[in-house]
């Protein structure tokens, strides 16, 4: 690694290393760039390190353990006991094995990985600071850059993270034992994912959501399946509350105050409060002016269709390019970001993002819902099989939820799906595959699925959209 | 264009990823290829054709001919400078499969 | 109902209520015919009594108590108890709620119930003989008629089925307690899944098969992985020989006589044992001559594109036509009959039949392995990727096996693909509905995979064949 203040040059410089950066940084080197990956903290980002990896490691392990406590319809009597000091060795393991596997990806390819915090100098140099005493920096000259450094948790008045107290996502993650109880402020994917693995672990938990339900923006019967069964783990839920302040009780716990519109105050006492209510892009590190970029209102970077920013030799990608902030995104945007750099016709021509939520059950979507078909002008063919009826479901005893598909009428061609259901997250990746074929209702229901199985339920849905299901009631 | 294939609603053209590449590739204008396939979906074949019958260069196509390759940089390369221990070489397949 | 003596006229007569014939009766009365259904036995057939839905009902059992009795790598310390009564009856209220299901569904499309046993007159004819004193029997005039009679087990000579020490695949999954040891005659999918949910319950399996691996069909690497993974479950394999015979020993229990080829012979003991060599169609309820039919020599009934037999007005489907022999097939099969039935121009036209097999790690196939591919002329373009690269199946600690994407060269079109791990029977709807769509590997590596999730793989194996991928080397 070279320290000091030499000056370096490189086809493409990444600044960041998860998802989006790694990625684009693997693939601009198999393209024979010469590539340079800066990474100021851990390879992987917040997704290997402090988001995706970590939370399904532990929303698994709860899985195990509360499905066979609760087996007794199905002759199995467990009463599992858990090291919670114990799991979060494993997950660190995983999390490990991947970060270095990461690492090991990168420099296999040829990327030449940088320690330290990269701030442009100019549009086409960075300056990147070491961290540690006489460390010193380094300047690099690209040809092109991709900006990869991500989001981080957003803080509200008053929720300053402490690590103790008042915790982010990426301190639950990092817990060496359960909290007895825990108040989680926020309803969203990150909130209710977690709160569902911590009531299946035995925490009390208590959600506060200033919005009148879990999972603002998804369809009403899906945010329904997944607060009813939230409730049935004994979480507990107050909407319309926003939290105002806390502090700690006598017993070195926390007493959250919450507030409605109306300024009705409610106050809960638990060990802990989890604040999970969104994330917000990191452009503070990089001075971007220096490049002559200038973020968002929203604090995004700005892109075209190859993941461009307004400065020529400038991309930005992942998180920090925009919503939908989601792993899969930054990785995609990161490999267009990398041929475009490389002068090939790459586009973000997708039709769809899918995007999942791990809660019990999970939800997987992609592309449009009925309404939003209906909205686009399309008129919308709309089919569905509710889990309940699917063989597969009921020998698994997991039978909440349906797949819908949402199709246009005249041309059959589908436009997008909803999963609630066991396995959600894998079964979307059919639907993916037909939005983007541009397959119609048809072609999914004579494709033959596989019996039995729970994606049998999306033939189903497809065939009752064209109303010539055999498992459900046309109508 | 006056294509027969019915319209979809939004505009949007119904095409694979592949047939969207190629129209790439060719700098054509996905949007306007007439679609041979069900519900007027355009195929890799029916970008061809259009590419063929003239119809490149639409539009979108300056896009990809525009965008800069990488172009010779007169500094030394760092990766002659950056240090590739542990590089390359341990083959195995994948990120942690070494094992 | 009619009984008695009485003639009655339907369009379509379907005899046997499985998988296939059930499908075909509901397709039928949803085209406008008037359909009678046939079945001597129960509603849903081999399928949903006595094969694919029981048997992955207790799969899934084993696996849930199996899982967490040895995770102790996550921290969960479990001991789980299993009553084998209490599970076969949670089982059986699956089995129940399932053919009351089709029964449902059949009376709602408004087919007409019959209980009995068909036998053929003439080509537009059967008797329906009614079981029981005083039901007499019917006599049905068909416009068209479809045979779904299904197959059962094989029975080797010296091993007849007894239910007590010899048994079927039926009898082993009616066992109101666990045997202590069982042998195992055949290692193919049924004998594979019934032996690795048995070791998980704690049985100790000996299986003893003629060829020189599990699974014959299968590829090697896939086959190996299955058979080691069974093996750390501690089921015992005997490869090249056959079951010569068996006696009762002292205890009551078996001692099954083996030899090979060349004459070497064992014995093993244990309480019981399973015969799982195969199944034969079930043509000799039928009477099929009366009808001019006549089975082939394997035993099945021939038929065309639309699953007509050489009469015209009779088609079989399922089992009963032909291999594979599997649900999925039937229904398919039975959809395509009732709509030629109706005069549309339907046909098996579908490119692949997926087959799923549920051991630790499950399998799913689809369309052409490596071989085959060459073997019909094409250039085939291999990707893989292993599941101990992936995130989502580290998080689960579920990490053997691969998925295999094959595609011809030139083309790019993907021709089949084989998973072995965790999921495989839900994973391989994506790779099914590519090769039915002519999707090329660009269109599967285009498509956005949702993270984590274990279809990323596909994915990347997609990417890897075309050598691209971002977290396996490519070659
Ligand atoms: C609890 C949780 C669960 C999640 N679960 C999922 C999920 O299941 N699926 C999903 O798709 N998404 C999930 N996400 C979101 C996912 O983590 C992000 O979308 C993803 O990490 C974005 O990738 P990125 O490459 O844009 O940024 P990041 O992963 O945030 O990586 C940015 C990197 O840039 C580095 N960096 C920042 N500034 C600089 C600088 N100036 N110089 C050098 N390095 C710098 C950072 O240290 C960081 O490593 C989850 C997030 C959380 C918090
Ligand atoms: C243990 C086991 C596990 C299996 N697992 C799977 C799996 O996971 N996936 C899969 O795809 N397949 C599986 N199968 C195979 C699957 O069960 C069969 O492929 C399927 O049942 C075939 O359907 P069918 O309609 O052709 O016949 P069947 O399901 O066999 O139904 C035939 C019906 O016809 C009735 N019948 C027969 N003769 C007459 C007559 N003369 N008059 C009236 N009625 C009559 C019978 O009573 C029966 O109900 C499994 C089989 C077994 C044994």
Redo the contacts between chains.
Sequence with gaps: MVVGDISTGTDVAVIGAGPGGYVAAIRAAQLGLDTTLIERDAYGGACLNHGCIPSKAFIHGAGVAHEAANAEELGIYADPAVDMERMQRWKSGVVDRLTGGVEKLCTANGVNLVEGTATFADEHKLRVAHEGAGQGSESIEFEHAIVATGSRPIQIPGFEFDGERVLSSRDLLQMESLPDSLVVVGAGYIGMELSTMLAKLGTDVTVVEMLDDVLPGYEEDVQRIVRSRAEELDVEFHFGEGAAGWEETAEGGVAVATETEEGEASEYLADKVLVAVGRSPVTDTLELGSAGLEPTEDGFIETDHQARTDVDSIFAVGDVAGEPMLAHKASKEGIVAAEAAAGEPAALDYQAVPAAVFTEPEIATVGLTEAEAAEEGFDPAVGQMPFNASGRALTTTHTEGFVRVVADEETGFVLGGQIVGPDASELIAELVLAVEMGATLEDVAATIHTHPTLAEATMEAAENAMGRAIHTLNR | PADEA?E???G?V?????A??LA??L?VDIATVDGS??????TEGDVRAHAESGGAGDDGAG??AE?????P???????S????A????????????D?
């Design positions: 019915p979809p609603a939004s949007r119904f095409a694979p990823p592949s969207r590449r790439r590739e700098g396939g069900p519900g007027g979906r355009v896009d990809a965008s800069s390759g990488p172009k940089i007169d500094i030394e390369s760092t990766r400078a950056v240090s590739k542990g590089d390359a070489g341990t083959a195995g397949v994948g990120a942690v499969a094992d």
